[in-house]
């Protein structure tokens, strides 16, 4: 099993950054892919990044690509998603998910078994 904890949201100007981090004490860390997806409010939760196991494949959503970057650390058990140039529209509270299909970044919230409870980030403009 993993045990998520997402930190680092806030409220923010537009134009600023945020990095968000994950974390998962457990031993089985480096055994997932992990995925960010947002969702705001009256919207369906959103893919905006992943990263393989390895960290050897990274995907990003349109809207974020050039502006947001996901990394991992297997050693420290964590993941970040740096975001730049934020807008109002990257307002929504941001999951961090872990999927078993370790060598692929999915897309679909269903191929992810666990998630965190969620970070919110709130971008003025």
């Known amino acids: 099993q993993a045990h998520l904890v997402e930190t680092g949201g806030g409220l923010v100007q537009a134009g600023t950054s945020l990095r968000l981090s994950c974390a998962d004490p457990?031993?089985?860390?480096?055994?997932?892919?992990l995925g960010w997806f947002r969702q705001a409010p009256g919207k369906e939760r959103e893919f905006v990044s992943g990263i393989t196991w390895n960290g050897g494949k990274t995907d990003y959503a349109d809207s974020v690509k050039g502006r947001f970057a996901v990394s991992r650390d297997n050693a420290k058990n964590m993941a970040w998603l740096q975001m730049n140039s934020l807008t109002p529209e990257d307002t929504a509270v941001y999951y961090c998910g872990a999927s078993a299909y370790n060598e692929y970044v999915r897309q679909s919230i269903h191929d992810y078994a666990y998630w965190g409870q969620g970070t919110q980030v709130t971008v003025s403009s």
């Open positions: 457990g031993r089985t860390f480096s055994s997932w892919a």
